[in-house]
């Protein structure tokens, strides 16, 4: 299909969505249609289209995305909420969906094609009999990949013995796995960051394990990579951890930020393993909600993640952030290296000239604990929820006296 094509389509399916009633932006609203639709292309899609033809049409220009795995999203509008025409593509976030293609992306490997089990797994989010997948009594040194776009999601040493009949695994490459709601309304759904295919489901509180977590994912979902092989583990991927009071806001503006992979809300800094949200607030534990921020270094600097940090939040306010009281609250730096140290030195000393009394703490990195899944991407799935952190150019803008 040409571009002009997708345009078409897109906002002819859009159309017809909103005369049927429907919410264009609700994915919930919006599937109905296309289920209903066989798969296959009947009419060359055009404004003039019958609707009958419009569910079909769109139906196989997302065929040919899913199949066109090279192909990714592009990052967030920068306007909060603002969803283009391309809305319906839209499914638990805020942001637009038109496919570009990833510069020295670590998935540019060749990828053999889905077969048909791998496709119902895989595309139509499926899920593999028990003991019947490669991968669940598998236990060699590598790392296990997306099926799909060759990207790392598992290292073989976060992966142990569940006997579940699936490969489980209690924590993933940073980055490499986004959580969201399953349709079922009980469970978290487990996909690939890069292409959004399916993975399996999140389970916490079974005790297996310390870090009390189990990625139950289909062996169908995965390739492994044993040790020698080029590994993207580490290539193309550093982190970041900040503190700037609660973590909804802080999360949501980093993401936007271009060259940023994921972040992930939790806490740090504290003296409890695995705390939970309630003991967190308490104050007892000594945590603060944090970020952890995976970014790309070829496309984005620390410096400039962790500028916009100091924008997004107030560094002169101690042990809170507008509402938001307590020690959890705290601003703070969590720093991986050296390096990170005497950046986030310089950015403070930049705030302290411009007349801004910054308290930020400046700590090294300690266990990161994420946060449960309900408060991870909150404010994209909670828009109507206001949030106190409004980014202000204070590097630019000397500050009131």
């Avoid at 590994?231 to 991927?237: M, N």
Wanted: with cysteine; aromatic share 8%; glycine share 8%.
């Amino acid at each position: 299909m040409s571009v002009k094509q997708v345009l078409v389509v897109a906002a002819a399916i859009t159309a017809l969505a909103a005369a049927e009633g429907r919410d264009p932006t609700s994915q919930a609203q919006i599937e109905p249609a296309f289920e209903k639709a066989p798969h296959e292309l009947t009419a060359q899609p055009s404004a003039r289209a019958p609707a009958a033809t419009l569910p079909r049409a769109l139906a196989k220009l997302l065929d040919w995305f899913r199949a066109h795995v090279q192909w990714r999203r592009a990052a967030r509008p920068r306007a909060p909420g603002y969803n283009s025409p391309f809305s319906l593509f839209r499914q638990e976030h805020s942001e637009v969906r038109i496919p570009v293609k990833p510069a020295g992306s670590d998935t540019d490997r060749p990828v053999p094609p889905l077969n048909d089990e791998e496709k119902r797994i895989i595309i139509g989010r499926g899920t593999e009999r028990p003991f019947s997948g490669k991968y669940w009594d598998h236990f060699e040194p590598g790392l296990y990949a997306c099926r799909q776009c060759g990207t790392a999601l598992y290292s073989s040493k976060s992966k142990f013995r569940s006997e579940c009949g699936w490969p489980s695994f209690d924590d993933e490459i940073p980055g490499a796995v986004r959580r969201r709601p399953d349709p079922d309304g009980l469970r978290t759904e487990i996909t690939c960051t890069a292409c959004g295919g399916h993975l399996g489901h999140v389970f916490k509180g079974e005790r297996i394990t310390p870090k009390n977590v189990r990625h139950c994912v289909n062996s169908a979902s995965l390739t492994f990579r044993p040790p020698g092989q080029h590994s993207p583990e580490k290539s193309g991927r550093e982190e970041a951890i900040f503190a700037g009071g609660c973590f909804w806001g802080v999360e949501h503006h980093l993401e936007q930020v271009d060259g940023v992979i994921g972040v992930t809300s939790g806490y740090t800094g504290g003296r409890v393993a695995n705390p939970t949200y309630e003991q967190v607030c308490t104050g007892k534990t000594h945590h603060a909600e944090a970020v952890r921020v995976v970014f790309d270094p070829r496309r984005v600097t620390y410096e400039r993640v962790a500028r916009v940090f100091f924008e997004i939040h107030d560094p002169a306010q101690l042990n809170r952030q507008g509402p938001d009281v307590g020690t959890q609250y705290r601003s703070a730096v969590f720093y991986a290296d050296r390096g990170q140290k005497e950046t986030a030195e310089k950015l403070i000393a930049e705030l302290r000239a411009n007349g801004y009394e910054v308290v930020t703490e400046l700590l090294p990195a300690s266990e990161f604990f994420p946060a449960e899944d309900y408060h991870q991407n909150y404010l994209a799935t909670h828009p109507a929820r206001p949030t106190c952190h409004i980014r202000t150019p204070r590097f630019d803008v000397p500050a009131k006296r």
